[in-house]
């Protein structure tokens, strides 16, 4: 079948959510023309790629590039992010710099600060006896907070054993 009559079907929600991941990664790096000309594809397997009812997918090749461009912009990395939390996993970026055990007690301060905001999201959730679309999405927001940060920790931990 040609690019420009690519058969539309409905995709499952994780497919939906890789679509828009798709989307925002081609979006921070420039645009679908952009994306094309850089990297020698037409503009409308861009728009494929990135389409809710179009069952074809940026290749990981194009994605580990993409994600090479944007580094440091909001969303990155935008489409490993939802695989890995496809699979289960959580990414949290590597420990740069000096680890020391002052940085150890500023990541327990934030991890305890996260946790105090996950128990208010969790108060404010409780509040009115009903959790509600709102009230889950505050409570995920602030764990996933909380979680972000115990990762960093431990991912510190990690690298002063190895030096031990």
């Known amino acids: 079948m040609a690019d420009h009559q690519a058969e539309k079907v409905t995709l499952a929600p994780w497919q939906q959510e890789l679509k828009a991941a798709t989307k925002g990664l081609v979006e921070a790096f ?39 461009c944007t580094v440091g912009l909001p969303g990155h990395p935008h489409v490993t992010r939802v695989l890995a939390r496809r699979a289960g996993y959580q990414l949290v970026p590597l420990s740069e710099g000096v680890v020391s055990g002052d940085n150890l007690l500023s990541d327990l301060a934030r991890i305890t600060q996260e946790a105090g905001d996950l128990s208010h999201a ?4 409780l509040s009115d006896g009903q959790l509600c679309a709102n009230d889950h999405g505050a409570m995920n927001r602030e764990l996933e907070q909380l979680e972000t940060a ?6 510190k931990l990690h690298h002063l054993r190895g030096k031990a």
């Open 30 to 68: 420039g645009g679908q023309v952009a994306a094309g000309a850089s990297f020698g594809r037409r503009q409308q397997k861009f728009s494929d790629w990135q389409h809710a009812t179009i069952a074809d997918f940026l290749p990981v090749d194009l994605v580990v590039q993409l994600e090479g």
């Open 122 to 125: 969790i108060l404010a959730g």
């Open 150 to 155: 115990v990762a960093a920790m431990r991912s």
